[in-house]
Structure formats: structure tokens, C-alpha cells
């Protein structure tokens, strides 16, 4: 029931950039983690249909013996990484999460139907988050991503695919709106300021606290290349309100370790340098 196009249509209104939690008028931020109970196909199907960043499908595989209820079983894969993508400060918002182990959950009863790597593979190309159980029976995460694939000119984009990006950006524009709202708060703005007033801002000083942020950001693991942020950000006066400064912020997000890919080969003896 949590992720039949209906509830599907309220999390978008929920969340949605325009009016919902990530508007510029809110900026409370938030995501949807949806149980979703199905065939392969079906949650293939499923997840080929969406395409939200604001929501992650969690799949359970039907008529497997599943023992832990959909509520419960999305509950505890989202509280295993909850702490992590919450954490901007340490850098564990960044982290591949593979093998994390699930408490409270137990693994479905027929284990020929858990996903082999190549079904956990067609998951994840559909917009479909994966699982895994452990040898030892234990459920523990293989890779949590939203639903969202294509951009708006319907072009495949994986720019916010992975979990972690959300749980960075989050963090990223919390840290940068409090530093702009402490060093820049109740002050009057101009396009100099000569004699160093504290009661002014300018266009100048606020790319300052925004590259200060994001070095910050880049030392705790959140972002990186923050040389390259402070070559590309923008911050000017809005031509058309005095009072108002327009800033672009293209933000290079440090990424999760998935694969280690490495080809080994073997001599029976070394050549001669």
C-alpha cells in the first residue's frame, strides 16, 4: 500500500521543488523511503516508471516467505542509514553503505528467490534500491538510490541516483544558508565597501563566506575540489531588485566507493626492465 500511485502521487506533492519541502520558500528538505512488494519484473517495472529524486524504493520479493512486515522491513533499512546520512560532518554521509547489517528484520524464508547479483543489478538500473543476505542469514544493505534516472530533457542522468547525494546536499545547504545568515544577516548591501563597515555586505564578501564553506565542507568529506567551487561560483546583484544578490553555486560532491575494478596478471616470470 506505501507505493501504489497514489501515496506515489503525495510523496511528490510532499516533497516536490516547487511548493513542497525542497522549495526555495521552505527549504526543510526530507525524503520518502517506500516498501514496495513484487517480482523482479514487476518492481522493474515499477521503478522504470518513476524517476523523483525526493523518493527511494525499498523492495521486498513476493511470495518468498517474508517474514518481517513492509513497514518494519523499510523501517529498518532506513534506520541502519539514517545515522551515516545524517552525518556531514565526519564525512559518513559519503560512504558506500554496502554490508551494512539490518537489525530487527529477518531475511525472507525462501532464499532461492533473493536477488543474484545480476538481479540486484536490473534493480538498480531501474530505479530500484537492493538488498542482500549475508551468509550467516542476516539482511544487510547493498546499495540504497532514489527513483530518479533522466533529466528534464528525458537524457539519462545520474547526478542524483545515489542516496548519499541527498543526504549531502542536505548538509551542504544547511551549512552554507546558517553561514550566509551569521556573517551576513541583517546588514545593508552595496557594490564596495571602502571603509570596512560591518554593517555592510557585498557581492565580493559573500562569495567569501561561500568559499570558506565549502573548504570547510571539503576538510569534513561532503564536498571536494573546492578550488574549483570557488572558480565557478557566481555571486552578483540582481539586475532588477536592488536588494537582492543572485548566487550560482555548482557544487562537485565527494563520491561513494562502490567498485574497485583491477586487472591482475599473472607471470610465470618477469621481463627484463
Do not use: C
Amino acid at each position: 500500500p506505501f507505493a501504489d500511485a497514489t501515496n506515489i502521487g503525495r510523496y511528490a506533492a510532499l516533497l516536490n521543488d516547487t511548493s513542497g519541502r525542497w522549495a526555495y520558500n521552505r527549504q526543510v528538505y526530507g525524503h520518502v523511503f517506500a516498501p514496495s512488494t513484487g517480482s523482479t519484473a514487476a518492481l522493474t517495472t515499477l521503478g522504470l516508471s518513476l524517476n523523483d529524486r525526493h523518493l527511494t524504493i525499498l523492495p521486498r520479493i513476493a511470495a518468498a516467505g517474508n517474514a518481517t512486515p513492509a513497514w518494519l522491513w523499510a523501517a529498518g533499512l532506513v534506520s541502519r542509514i539514517v545515522p551515516w546520512l545524517s552525518d556531514g560532518v565526519t564525512g559518513n554521509v559519503s560512504r558506500n553503505q554496502t554490508g551494512l547489517v539490518v537489525e530487527g528484520v529477518k531475511a525472507q524464508r525462501n532464499r532461492a528467490t533473493v536477488p543474484t547479483y545480476a538481479g540486484r543489478n536490473t534493480l538498480l538500473r531501474s530505479g530500484i534500491s537492493s538488498f542482500l543476505i549475508t551468509a550467516d542469514g542476516r539482511v544487510a544493505i547493498d546499495k540504497i538510490i532514489t527513483t530518479y534516472q533522466k533529466d528534464a530533457n528525458a537524457q539519462p542522468d545520474e547526478t542524483f541516483r545515489d542516496i548519499q547525494a541527498i543526504g549531502q546536499l542536505v548538509a551542504i545547504l544547511r551549512f552554507f544558508r546558517a553561514q550566509l545568515s551569521y556573517e551576513h544577516g541583517q546588514k545593508a548591501l552595496a557594490d564596495e565597501n571602502p571603509g570596512g563597515l560591518g554593517s555592510l555586505s557585498t557581492p565580493k564578501a559573500i562569495k567569501a563566506t561561500l568559499v570558506h564553506a565549502a573548504e570547510t565542507m571539503e576538510i569534513q568529506g561532503v564536498l571536494e575540489n573546492a578550488r574549483g567551487f570557488a572558480d565557478r561560483l557566481v555571486v552578483q546583484r540582481n539586475t532588477e531588485n536592488a536588494n537582492r544578490v543572485d548566487i550560482l553555486a555548482p557544487i562537485d560532491r565527494v563520491n561513494a566507493l562502490d567498485v574497485i575494478a583491477a586487472n591482475a596478471r599473472l607471470y610465470s616470470q618477469y621481463r627484463a626492465a
